[in-house]
């Protein structure tokens, strides 16, 4: 198949068309430049931060009109119902998806910047010829030398990263920089919503203080929401999801205006365009933990007359690591040596691809540099997680515990000894668990124990040993020590 990379035209062949005049020659470089812009693919990577992805309505959410845009786009693309993040915390999970490895072989096993001689997607891109912009969470891509960014706006000229508006304006003036340039692009728009603080919470009001921050344009109720599986219905966690999907909606209307400005630009047909999040929402065992609503991201995949409009992956598990590999290969830029990953291009053509039954995620520490090592293999059914931290005495702390959704939980189970219990399986866990999917999708019930599954847990801590050996996960030792 011919790549976006792949032209018949030269620069010499055009140029022998043309006069040798001073005008001829200014005109035959402008038409080349147009040429060439259109003979080669160009990125657009839409990210957002900590965004559950049932919060998105073509991902399971029922708020009505909670995501227009996302809806939208993925009606002209593809969803992946399988997606995962490989570690579900910010900067590790970027780094994860510019390098194509695992953090513990890219170097940023927490909020460290990646190995100096670890390749990045950007760099590579940058060596093919790409124009690279990023705007916001520009300190989570570090050390930024290795990321060859051509043009930086920082999330303090975006308002935080949360102003639509502004999103708009600096993405046209990217898009008329790359056009000048001469040169397709590669762009990473990441959306600081929604993550905290929210709309409407003490946070906020506090961050003002110190900050300038949009206003939302839609707050919600906590009457209006809908509480997921995973967490109890208890007032303080409804005042928080309500001020989070006001932050879910302010997200939407971002990534409306980033496609907007792509349209006017006239440069739809001609872009791959990316959406997904980092992790899950910012709430009691989501985000910083390897449960299915901590590491699946609401991937979305537009590709004008290569990804069938309107098209659902249901089947194939498709990972972080999977990102830097599918874009340059999308692009027809050679691949990188080292990398974890590889390309789901078969899937967005709606080919087969094996390999693709499970999904590998981790986790090492928080942002504090409190460690907490996880490991956990997925598949269509079930999870089998290893916490090497869970000793019963080492209590978990995170900021999703920081709100006052767990603070909420809390009170609640002095009077509620079924909350009780779970509110300490949240801060002590266990060294093992194992769910069953079909029976219990929340993963609210520890099956380790279970006789009925003996079989499939000894299967899925090969599965988990095998991948183990195969990358040198630091945890291997003390895994192996676990399971005897």
Not at 146 to 173: C, I, M, S
Not at 394 to 408: H, M, N
Request: proline share 6%.
């Amino acid at each position: 198949m011919e790549t976006p990379r792949e032209s018949k035209l030269t620069r010499r062949d055009f140029l022998a068309g043309l006069g040798a005049s001073a005008a001829g020659l200014a005109l035959a470089r402008h038409a080349f430049a147009e040429k060439l812009e259109a003979s080669r693919l160009n990125v657009l990577y839409i990210t957002a931060d900590d965004l559950g992805a049932d919060s998105v309505g073509v991902f399971g959410c029922k708020i009505p009109g909670i995501s227009p845009n996302l809806d939208a786009l993925a009606a002209e693309g593809m969803r992946f119902e399988r997606a995962h993040v490989t570690v579900a915390v910010c900067q590790p999970c970027r780094s994860v998806w510019m390098t194509g490895r695992y953090p513990h072989r890219n170097g940023a096993v927490g909020f460290q910047p990646i190995n100096r001689d670890v390749p990045t997607l950007s760099e590579t891109l940058s060596k093919s010829d790409y124009f690279n912009g990023i705007m916001a969470k520009v300190g989570h891509l570090a050390p930024r030398e290795k990321f060859a960014w051509d043009v930086v706006v920082e999330a303090d000229d975006l308002n935080q990263g949360r102003d639509p508006a502004l999103w708009y304006t600096h993405v046209k003036d990217f898009l008329k920089e790359a056009r000048a340039s001469g040169k397709p692009f590669f762009l990473m728009a990441n959306s600081q919503d929604p993550h905290r603080p929210w709309p409407g919470s003490e946070a906020e009001t506090q961050t003002r203080k110190n900050k300038n921050f949009p206003t939302a344009s839609r707050h919600y109720k906590p009457e209006e929401i809908e509480v997921p599986g995973f967490l109890p219905d208890v007032p303080e966690v409804r005042t928080e999801l309500a001020q989070y999907y006001s932050a879910v909606h302010r997200c939407d209307e971002s990534v409306g205006q980033v496609l907007r400005a792509l349209k006017e630009e006239g440069l739809e047909d001609n872009t791959i365009v990316f959406f997904q999040s980092d992790n899950g929402a910012s709430f009691p065992t989501a985000k910083s933990c390897v449960y299915n609503h901590s590491t699946r991201t609401p991937l979305i995949v537009r590709w004008p007359g290569k990804v069938k409009a309107g098209s659902v992956n249901r089947e194939d598990f498709v990972s972080g690591i999977d990102m830097m590999p599918t874009i340059l290969d999308a692009a027809g830029v050679p691949q990188v040596d080292g990398v974890d990953g590889r390309s789901f291009l078969p899937l967005l053509r709606s080919e087969k691809q094996s390999g693709r039954e499970r999904v590998i995620t981790v986790y090492h520490e928080t942002s504090a540099n409190n460690e907490y090592p996880m490991r956990c293999v997925r598949n269509g059914r079930f999870a089998y997680i290893f916490n090497d931290w869970a000793d019963g005495r080492t209590v978990y702390r995170a900021e999703p515990l920081g709100g006052i959704s767990f603070k909420g939980m809390q009170s609640a189970a002095e009077k509620d000894p079924k909350l009780a219990e779970r509110v300490k399986f949240i801060q002590y866990r266990a060294s093992e668990e194992f769910y069953d999917m079909e029976a219990d999708p929340n993963e609210l019930g520890n099956l380790i124990a279970d006789p009925t599954h003996k079989a499939t847990i000894e299967k899925m801590r090969a599965e988990l040993l095998e991948w183990m050996v195969a990358v040198k996960d630091p945890l291997l030792d003390a895994f192996k020590k676990q399971i005897g």
